[in-house]
């Protein structure tokens, strides 16, 4: 098996709620654009290829990132996370190994929870390997769904798609994976939008591959504050507050 790993950013959104007309990835924390601040540590990683998926006046978030190794592909419909990395599809064209997708918006995930996930997905020899935290107030957030006692994920539900019995569970999608590059693709042409919010989740692929008996595996995170995102100036600030030491 290939060790060769590629990283997948999603940076298409607009970020509703954080009052102002900027990509939300090109919010400052100690005057570093959020993106920035992710791509310094999966550029430190020495990634064989980035991309970095765009939509809502990605034109400047390309601006923004033209002194890093990193390829621009664009989501011109905000379809949902699994449409976003089908945008990256052809950018990809050529590469086997491993394929990391993070998220644009959650800036301090950090060198040691990265190289757990690719661990843990080597490891367990994976198709592919979410990234999860525990938390004490779930809301919200998808629930991992796990085989009881193991590190075998069955399927992650969404919150608003949860029944009261999942909605309990308090471990949840970080929206970090890593993934068989191959069975990615594959796996991402046969999902679906039948959903609340007439997406294509990315989240969907982990049930797929289960139901077909792949080795899909969930690592929990030992930082949770790590997997923290920004969808308002509040976060924004908070994170800032959490992570100064890291920004120094």
Known sequence: MTDKKAAIVLAAGKGKRMDSDL????????????????LNTLVAL??????????????????ALTDYPAKIVWQREQLGTGHAVMMAEEAMIGFEGTTLI?????PFLSAESI?????????????ATCLSAILEDPGGYGRIVREPGTDILKAI??????????????EINSGT??????????????????????EYYLTDTIKILHDKGLRVS??????PDELRGVNSAEQLSQLGEIFADRLQ
């Open 102 to 106: 993070a998220l644009g918006d959650v």
């Open 115 to 127: 190289e757990k996930l690719l661990g843990t997905h080597g490891e367990t020899s994976a198709s």
């Open 177 to 198: 994976f890593c993934y068989d590059n191959r069975v990615l693709f594959e796996t991402l042409k046969v999902i679906g939008n039948d959903n609340s919010q007439g």
């Open 218 to 223: 969930v690592v929990a995170s030992d930082n």
């Open 23 to 38: 990509p939300k990835v090109l919010h400052e924390i100690n005057e570093q654009p959020i993106i920035k601040i992710l």
């Open 157 to 170: 539900v969404e919150h608003k798609d949860a029944t009261e019995e999942i909605r309990r569970i308090t």
């Open 46 to 63: 020495e990634f064989d290829r980035i991309v970095v998926v765009v939509g809502f006046k990605g034109e400047l978030v390309e601006q």
